[in-house]
């Protein structure tokens, strides 16, 4: 009934949702109304129902009263609970309290008992292990006494069994250590004999599968030493004999199988060729696998142990000190390389075999990996080595090079078929350079000049078939062997090059003949690089000048030494006296017969070395220095006797008659030394008149007007001729 009463149906019947606003009153009688209706409908509901309702309230009275009767009992129980059971709870707890305590010491007690009963045991076990001459048995019994020590029940510590048990195991576990190193000293030991420019090395190796053998081994890896005793073999291996093998002249010869004797001799400059190297490498190794390769435990050997430590340096050793070596300086040596790799890889499968090596991982052939780099830097190195070696030879081992005369022809054009433009470049080109710049002039070099440029050229066509990386290194060790030049040449042969013309001849000439080719040596080096892609720029022209700069600056410094020793011959005869003499003695004339053999003997040195232009400048250079300062010595006097004038017009024709002959051309006196026609005209005023003096002056448009200025002549004048009128006049004319 109540299910289908709908008190929302019932609300909106009584009030209307339309109206906005209603009144309380009117509507409370409406719903009190309803209620009452309400009721009654309960009541007949009540009534109707199949339910004794009045029974089922009795009923519930009734359970109400007995559970309240429950409630009091369980209080009461609570209350007996509390007032005699914890009672006895508390004293059940003390109890117990007491038991645990009790039962805590004698625990602590037991595990004390315990653990000197277990200290006991490992001492029995080490007792056993040193009577049936076991180190494994007695190790592995003091190595556990001392790890059970270390961390001992409580209380143990405070005991004084502790520390003396503490103290005796590791006295003991010292001892054992102490026996196990005397006796791998007995089993592996190296002696070496120093003698003059040799050195024996004994090494024995008394290893075997015997059970002494491995009981040793076994004690040393327990006790964590093995690994160090093999550590510092391999490292004694490494420095005494694997080191000396690389580098010297080494034998090894096996006596016995417990045995090997290994000869080192010392000799200069030598390094051992790789075949011989990796001969007494497998020598070596292949007696030490026979000893090492014992198995003393589970998949373990000596030979892997010293494996591992030795592999990776070892490989470094023969790369950098012996493999890098056989790299060849020259393309064709290298394309027949296979034979040395070859030779390597049987090496390393023999150093795999014997467990030296691991199969992966490490390989001999790395170096191979960068073998353009190492052939570049080995190729430069031996070229520049052998460019070294050309540079001390001796200079005056000569040569003739070079051109007598330019030819006049052009260069032919009919068999190229070019355009307009290309054919006027070409004209112009042709044009603006000089024909000398393209042929070097006949003269005399020293082979080793054209000995170090055959090298150079060698150098470029092997760059050409190589790769970028060495073709550029090869370029700049070109570079360098021209920058060594500069450097080694005039200091190997500096006493040389102060004392000897023709090694100064031949210097210059040579400096030219290399710095003529380097002008077009780029060019030759680019024609060769055609279908290249070049990332860096190839040029020898700022080379040109710098070599061409030191062929000049070691010819004028010499040129200089034989302009003093010209100047000092004149200085220290009479010559130089002339002011306070009246008469030349006779070094006079042998200081000026000095100078000329002077010259003649660089003639007869000079002539045909030089190119014919340079000696003629060279010796009309000398010559007119010294022609200069005969000139100066009579030209700053101020009075001359007419017995010295004499002595000096002969002195002065025997120059005019001897210097002519120190040129290949008699008249080239006359074209390139500057003051020759004054010599001559001097000698003219010493053994003339004043009458031939003014018609030599010939009012200022004579020779003697061209070569002589006014203030030398008039004091040339007075100095040789009295005060006289005529002198007086023709001084007057002179102006």
């Given at each position: 009934?109540?299910?289908?009463?709908?008190?929302?149906?019932?609300?909106?019947?009584?009030?209307?949702?339309?109206?906005?606003?209603?009144?309380?009153?009117?509507?409370?009688?409406l719903?009190?109304?309803?209620?009452?209706?309400?009721k009654?409908?309960?009541?007949?509901?009540?009534d109707?129902?199949?339910?004794?309702?009045?029974?089922?309230?009795?009923?519930?009275?009734?359970?109400?009263?007995?559970?309240?009767?429950?409630?009091?009992?369980?209080?009461?129980c609570?209350?007996?609970?509390?007032?005699?059971?914890?009672?006895?709870?508390?004293?059940?707890?003390?109890?117990?309290?007491?038991?645990?305590k009790?039962?805590?010491?004698?625990?602590?007690?037991?595990n004390?008992?315990?653990?000197?009963?277990?200290?006991?045991?490992?001492?029995?076990?080490?007792?056993?292990?040193?009577?049936?001459?076991?180190?494994?048995?007695a190790?592995?019994?003091?190595?556990?006494?001392?790890?059970?020590?270390?961390?001992?029940?409580?209380?143990?510590?405070?005991?004084?069994?502790?520390?003396?048990?503490?103290?005796?195991?590791?006295?003991?576990?010292?001892?054992?250590?102490?026996?196990?190193?005397?006796?791998?000293?007995?089993?592996i030991?190296?002696?070496?004999?120093?003698?003059?420019?040799?050195?024996?090395?004994?090494?024995?190796?008394?290893?075997?599968?015997?059970?002494?053998?491995?009981?040793?081994?076994?004690?040393?890896?327990?006790?964590?030493?093995?690994?160090?005793?093999?550590?510092?073999?391999?490292?004694?291996?490494?420095?005494?004999?694997?080191?000396?093998?690389?580098?010297?002249?080494?034998?090894?010869?096996?006596?016995?199988?417990?045995?090997?004797?290994?000869?080192?001799?010392?000799?200069?400059?030598?390094?051992?060729?790789?075949?011989?190297?990796?001969?007494?490498?497998?020598?070596?190794?292949?007696?030490?696998?026979?000893?090492?390769?014992?198995?003393?435990?589970?998949?373990?050997?000596?030979?892997?142990?010293?494996?591992?430590?030795?592999?990776?340096?070892?490989?470094?050793?023969?790369?950098?000190?012996?493999?890098?070596?056989?790299?060849p300086?020259?393309?064709?040596?290298?394309?027949?390389?296979?034979?040395?790799?070859?030779?390597i890889?049987?090496?390393?499968?023999?150093?795999?075999?014997?467990?030296?090596?691991?199969?992966?991982?490490?390989?001999?052939?790395?170096?191979?990996?960068?073998?353009?780099?190492?052939?570049?830097?080995?190729?430069?190195?031996?070229?520049?080595?052998?460019?070294?070696?050309?540079?001390?030879k001796?200079?005056?081992?000569?040569?003739?090079?070079?051109?007598?005369?330019?030819?006049?022809?052009?260069?032919n054009?009919?068999?190229?078929?070019?355009?307009?433009?290309?054919?006027?470049?070409?004209?112009?080109?042709?044009?603006?350079?000089?024909?000398?710049?393209?042929?070097?002039?006949r003269?005399?070099?020293?082979?080793?000049?054209?000995?170090?440029?055959?090298?150079?050229?060698?150098i470029?066509?092997?760059?050409?078939?190589?790769?970028?990386?060495?073709?550029?290194?090869?370029?700049?060790?070109?570079?360098?062997?021209?920058?060594?030049?500069?450097?080694?040449?005039?200091?190997?042969?500096?006493?040389?090059?102060?004392?000897?013309?023709?090694?100064?001849?031949?210097?210059?000439?040579?400096?030219?003949?290399?710095?003529?080719?380097?002008?077009?040596?780029?060019?030759?080096?680019?024609?060769?690089?055609?279908?290249?892609?070049?990332?860096?720029?190839?040029?020898?022209?700022?080379?040109?000048?710098?070599?061409?700069?030191?062929?000049?600056?070691?010819?004028?410094?010499?040129?200089?030494?034989q302009?003093?020793?010209?100047?000092?011959?004149?200085?220290?005869?009479?010559?130089?006296?002339?002011?306070?003499?009246?008469?030349?003695?006779?070094?006079?004339?042998?200081?000026?017969?000095?100078?000329?053999?002077?010259?003649?003997?660089?003639?007869?040195?000079?002539?045909?070395?030089?190119?014919?232009?340079?000696?003629?400048?060279?010796?009309?250079?000398?010559?007119?220095?010294?022609?200069?300062?005969?000139?100066?010595?009579?030209?700053?006097?101020?009075?001359?006797?007419?017995?010295?004038?004499?002595?000096?017009?002969?002195?002065?024709?025997?120059?005019?008659?001897?210097?002519?002959?120190?040129?290949?051309?008699?008249?080239?006196?006359?074209?390139?030394?500057?003051?020759?026609?004054?010599?001559?005209?001097?000698?003219?005023?010493?053994?003339?008149?004043?009458?031939?003096?003014?018609?030599?002056?010939?009012?200022?448009?004579?020779?003697?007007?061209?070569?002589?200025?006014?203030?030398?002549?008039?004091?040339l004048?007075?100095?040789?001729?009295?005060?006289?009128?005529?002198?007086?006049?023709?001084?007057?004319?002179?102006?």
């Amino acid at each position: 009934m109540a299910e289908e009463y709908d008190v929302e149906s019932v609300i909106s019947k009584i009030i209307n949702a339309n109206e906005s606003t209603w009144d309380p009153e009117e509507i409370m009688p409406l719903i009190i109304k309803e209620i009452d209706q309400r009721k009654v409908d309960v009541r007949k509901f009540i009534d109707n129902c199949d339910y004794d309702i009045e029974a089922i309230v009795a009923e519930s009275d009734e359970l109400r009263i007995e559970s309240q009767d429950l409630v009091d009992e369980m209080e009461t129980c609570k209350q007996e609970i509390e007032e005699e059971a914890m009672v006895e709870i508390i004293q059940s707890l003390d109890s117990h309290d007491k038991i645990a305590k009790e039962l805590q010491s004698v625990n602590f007690a037991l595990n004390i008992v315990d653990d000197v009963i277990r200290c006991s045991e490992y001492m029995k076990q080490f007792d056993e292990g040193r009577e049936a001459q076991s180190f494994s048995r007695a190790i592995e019994a003091i190595d556990e006494l001392m790890q059970f020590i270390e961390t001992p029940t409580s209380g143990f510590k405070q005991l004084e069994l502790y520390e003396s048990t503490k103290n005796t195991a590791q006295l003991i576990l010292d001892d054992l250590l102490h026996d196990l190193n005397e006796e791998w000293e007995k089993m592996i030991s190296f002696s070496m004999d120093l003698q003059n420019h040799k050195t024996i090395i004994t090494m024995n190796i008394i290893l075997d599968e015997s059970e002494n053998c491995k009981d040793v081994l076994v004690a040393l890896d327990n006790t964590q030493n093995l690994v160090g005793k093999i550590s510092a073999f391999a490292r004694i291996l490494k420095e005494d004999v694997l080191t000396p093998i690389l580098k010297h002249d080494c034998s090894i010869y096996s006596a016995t199988d417990e045995t090997a004797t290994i000869t080192i001799n010392y000799k200069p400059n030598f390094t051992p060729p790789y075949n011989v190297v990796i001969a007494n490498m497998k020598l070596l190794f292949q007696f030490i696998n026979n000893k090492f390769n014992i198995k003393y435990s589970e998949n373990k050997t000596l030979m892997k142990i010293f494996g591992q430590l030795i592999n990776a340096d070892f490989c470094e050793m023969m790369i950098n000190d012996c493999l890098v070596n056989t790299i060849p300086n020259n393309i064709n040596d290298l394309q027949c390389y296979d034979k040395v790799t070859s030779d390597i890889q049987d090496f390393q499968y023999f150093l795999t075999v014997i467990n030296l090596f691991p199969e992966e991982g490490l390989t001999l052939l790395k170096y191979m990996d960068n073998i353009d780099v190492l052939f570049s830097h080995r190729s430069s190195q031996y070229f520049l080595e052998t460019a070294r070696s050309i540079m001390l030879k001796d200079l005056s081992i000569t040569m003739s090079i070079g051109v007598e005369k330019i030819p006049d022809e052009q260069m032919n054009s009919e068999n190229y078929s070019v355009d307009t433009y290309t054919e006027e470049a070409l004209d112009t080109f042709g044009k603006t350079l000089p024909k000398s710049l393209f042929y070097f002039p006949r003269c005399m070099i020293s082979k080793t000049a054209r000995e170090l440029l055959d090298l150079v050229y060698l150098i470029m066509e092997q760059a050409a078939q190589c790769s970028d990386v060495v073709c550029k290194k090869m370029y700049y060790t070109v570079r360098l062997i021209f920058e060594l030049y500069d450097a080694v040449v005039p200091y190997s042969h500096e006493n040389y090059l102060q004392t000897i013309p023709q090694y100064v001849a031949l210097f210059h000439n040579n400096c030219m003949y290399l710095a003529h080719n380097l002008q077009t040596l780029g060019d030759k080096w680019l024609s060769l690089m055609d279908d290249r892609e070049l990332d860096y720029s190839i040029g020898f022209l700022d080379l040109v000048q710098k070599l061409r700069e030191l062929g000049y600056k070691h010819l004028t410094m010499h040129m200089q030494q034989q302009r003093k020793q010209i100047l000092d011959n004149i200085r220290s005869s009479d010559l130089n006296c002339i002011v306070v003499k009246d008469v030349l003695g006779e070094n006079a004339e042998a200081a000026v017969r000095q100078c000329l053999r002077q010259l003649q003997l660089l003639k007869n040195v000079w002539i045909g070395v030089f190119p014919s232009n340079v000696f003629t400048k060279l010796m009309a250079t000398l010559v007119n220095m010294f022609v200069d300062e005969l000139i100066h010595r009579v030209c700053t006097v101020e009075d001359i006797s007419m017995e010295m004038a004499t002595q000096l017009t002969e002195i002065y024709t025997l120059v005019v008659q001897k210097a002519p002959q120190l040129f290949q051309n008699t008249s080239d006196v006359e074209t390139y030394v500057k003051s020759w026609i004054k010599l001559q005209e001097l000698i003219f005023v010493l053994g003339g008149s004043l009458k031939d003096i003014e018609n030599h002056w010939n009012d200022g448009t004579g020779p003697l007007a061209v070569h002589f200025n006014v203030e030398e002549l008039r004091s040339l004048i007075k100095a040789l001729f009295q005060n006289t009128q005529f002198r007086a006049n023709l001084l007057s004319k002179i102006k």
